[in-house]
């Protein structure tokens, strides 16, 4: 693809925040700013699951399984992209043991096992969010999400340069009908995408370029999934292929879709996939086993635990 049609490259954050249960007590890392969770940006070079390993290891002393993911949010501040996703882990080896104040550093002191009402009594806390997503897990339990809503794999090399000066991302935008036909580019028959020029909250982008392309309004059903393809170097450049369904604001708008020479409806089978990722997506959306994730799931950052949208 031309440089020009990939849009930005954005200098991009990635945070992963990890949260282990046992019983009604929680992990709590007490760092040198205060009592928080495991939680770190993750490194130049891995993707969210990797790093989400690493700082528990790092913070918490425990290797860990990834279980699933609680919630993605994202900072919708246009002048850089800012992810984080909130993990539910479980140690490999139950009877390892968490960091003692033996093993202080200049970042971390301990790592203890709290109930909520205890975490409560400990000063200072670094973010009283940490409270807050104790207490909705305990009380809510909500179910967890794949791990596979996200995908990719390391870069050749890490690097704790967490700031990746350049990712492109792409925003694939979904829309199926009744009989199950994806609506496509009329000249490509291909998914209908884009490449951001700022880091704004991808679903509103999502409907906005589709309502500029094809006049027509629609509103988004949520996040999809998000594969990620690290820089193979300081100086290189990675992407974020971000996947978005959507549907038609109003019904009666159809015809007038159909009527616009820049798109059409394709069976699955004739979908062109620019990238391996976009059949699988397709696949998974028309047999239901990918399921766009509601505004409680994927959200701007600082949206209360247990969102609903009215």
């Given at each position: 693809?031309?440089?020009?049609?990939?849009?930005?490259?954005?200098?991009?954050?990635?945070?992963?925040?990890?949260?282990?249960?046992?019983?009604?007590?929680?992990?709590?890392?007490?760092?040198?700013?205060?009592?928080?969770?495991?939680?770190?940006?993750?490194?130049?070079?891995?993707?969210?699951e990797t790093g989400a390993k690493r700082e528990c290891l790092e913070e918490a002393g425990l290797k860990v399984k990834l279980d699933g993911i609680l919630r993605v949010e994202q900072c919708a501040d246009p002048r850089q992209a800012r992810l984080r996703v909130v993990y539910s882990a479980s140690p490999l080896n139950p009877n390892d043991s968490p960091r003692s104040k033996e093993t202080a550093d200049e970042e971390i002191i301990?790592?203890?096992?709290?109930?909520?009402?205890e975490l409560k009594t400990k000063t200072p806390i670094r973010s009283s969010e940490v409270v807050r997503l104790f207490d909705w897990v305990r009380t809510k339990n909500p179910p967890l999400l794949p791990c596979s809503i996200f995908s990719g794999t390391d870069g050749p090399f890490t690097s704790s340069n967490h700031v990746i000066s350049g990712l492109y991302f792409r925003i694939v935008t979904i829309l199926i009908n009744q009989d199950s036909q994806i609506f496509c580019s009329s000249s490509t028959s291909s998914l209908i995408s884009f490449y951001c020029t700022n880091a704004g909250y991808f679903t509103e982008q999502a409907e906005a370029k589709f309502k500029s392309k094809f006049k027509t309004e629609v509103v988004s059903l949520g996040l999809l999934h998000i594969h990620h393809?690290?820089?193979?170097?300081?100086?290189?450049?990675?992407?974020?292929?971000?996947?978005?369904?959507?549907?038609?604001?109003?019904?009666?708008d159809l015809k007038?879709?159909?009527?616009?020479?820049?798109?059409?409806?394709?069976q699955v089978s004739s979908v062109k996939t620019t990238e391996e990722q976009d059949g699988f997506v397709i696949r998974g959306v028309v047999d239901k086993s990918i399921v766009a994730l509601g505004e409680d799931r994927f959200c701007l950052e600082g949206t209360p635990f247990g969102y609903v949208a009215k």
């Amino acid at each position: 693809m031309e440089e020009k049609e990939k849009g930005k490259a954005l200098s991009t954050v990635m945070i992963s925040l990890i949260v282990l249960r046992n019983g009604d007590k929680f992990l709590a890392t007490h760092e040198t700013r205060g009592w928080y969770l495991p939680a770190g940006r993750v490194d130049f070079g891995e993707t969210f699951e990797t790093g989400a390993k690493r700082e528990c290891l790092e913070e918490a002393g425990l290797k860990v399984k990834l279980d699933g993911i609680l919630r993605v949010e994202q900072c919708a501040d246009p002048r850089q992209a800012r992810l984080r996703v909130v993990y539910s882990a479980s140690p490999l080896n139950p009877n390892d043991s968490p960091r003692s104040k033996e093993t202080a550093d200049e970042e971390i002191i301990e790592a203890c096992w709290l109930t909520v009402d205890e975490l409560k009594t400990k000063t200072p806390i670094r973010s009283s969010e940490v409270v807050r997503l104790f207490d909705w897990v305990r009380t809510k339990n909500p179910p967890l999400l794949p791990c596979s809503i996200f995908s990719g794999t390391d870069g050749p090399f890490t690097s704790s340069n967490h700031v990746i000066s350049g990712l492109y991302f792409r925003i694939v935008t979904i829309l199926i009908n009744q009989d199950s036909q994806i609506f496509c580019s009329s000249s490509t028959s291909s998914l209908i995408s884009f490449y951001c020029t700022n880091a704004g909250y991808f679903t509103e982008q999502a409907e906005a370029k589709f309502k500029s392309k094809f006049k027509t309004e629609v509103v988004s059903l949520g996040l999809l999934h998000i594969h990620h393809i690290p820089p193979e170097s300081l100086k290189a450049t990675g992407q974020m292929t971000v996947y978005v369904q959507v549907e038609l604001k109003n019904s009666q708008d159809l015809k007038q879709l159909n009527s616009n020479k820049e798109g059409k409806w394709e069976q699955v089978s004739s979908v062109k996939t620019t990238e391996e990722q976009d059949g699988f997506v397709i696949r998974g959306v028309v047999d239901k086993s990918i399921v766009a994730l509601g505004e409680d799931r994927f959200c701007l950052e600082g949206t209360p635990f247990g969102y609903v949208a009215k």
